[in-house]
């Protein structure tokens, strides 16, 4: 993928982030995921059925690349297993930090493939998958 394809899927998912809405149904179950040095905070909204992810929504302040992040994610993981999940947000963290990960199996997620160039935005990219995990973790524990 080339630089030019990975900015204009990085400001498509900012500019229209999918699933961006509140969530009052108690079902959904609420996890935040903040960076305390800088605007980056949002609240998850993950819907399980049994080990499937129904869904997935979002809402907070956060930086492009982090909104993009997260946006690109929640395309991902709706309807995968809980084994799927964590196997496509262990790809993205390898990816992330210049380890053995699998391009195909990250659809738009390869657009952050050089973020570990930018430490400082690395955090920002990992973030919601940091996120999603706990929640995952969390369910998985009950």
Same mark, same amino acid.
């Given at each position: 993928? *080339?630089?030019?394809?990975?900015?204009?899927?990085?400001?498509? %998912?900012?500019?229209?982030?999918?699933?961006?809405?509140?969530?009052? +149904?108690?079902?959904?179950? /609420?996890?935040?995921?903040?960076? @305390?040095?800088?605007?980056?905070?949002?609240?998850?909204?993950?819907?399980? +059925?049994?080990?499937?992810? /129904? *869904?997935?929504?979002?809402?907070?302040? $956060?930086?492009?690349?982090?909104? =993009? =992040?997260?946006?690109?994610?929640?395309? %991902?993981?709706?309807? /995968?297993?809980?084994?799927? $999940?964590? *196997?496509?947000?262990? %790809?993205?963290?390898?990816?992330? %930090?210049?380890? *053995?990960? +699998?391009?195909?199996?990250?659809?738009?997620?390869?657009?952050? =493939?050089?973020?570990?160039?930018? =430490?400082?935005?690395?955090?920002?990219?990992?973030? @919601?998958?940091?996120?999603?995990?706990?929640?995952?973790? +969390?369910?998985?524990?009950?």
């Amino acid at each position: 993928m *080339d630089n030019e394809l990975k900015r204009e899927i990085i400001l498509e %998912n900012f500019q229209n982030p999918f699933n961006k809405e509140v969530v009052s +149904d108690e079902s959904y179950k /609420k996890i935040n995921s903040r960076n @305390p040095n800088c605007i980056d905070n949002l609240d998850f909204y993950i819907l399980f +059925d049994k080990d499937i992810i /129904k *869904d997935i929504k979002f809402m907070g302040e $956060a930086c492009a690349i982090s909104t =993009s =992040s997260t946006s690109i994610m929640i395309k %991902n993981l709706i309807g /995968k297993t809980i084994k799927e $999940a964590k *196997d496509y947000i262990n %790809n993205f963290h390898n990816m992330c %930090n210049e380890l *053995d990960y +699998d391009e195909e199996k990250l659809n738009e997620g390869v657009a952050f =493939s050089e973020i570990y160039k930018q =430490s400082n935005r690395k955090h920002c990219a990992l973030l @919601p998958y940091n996120g999603i995990l706990k929640a995952i973790l +969390d369910y998985e524990n009950k």
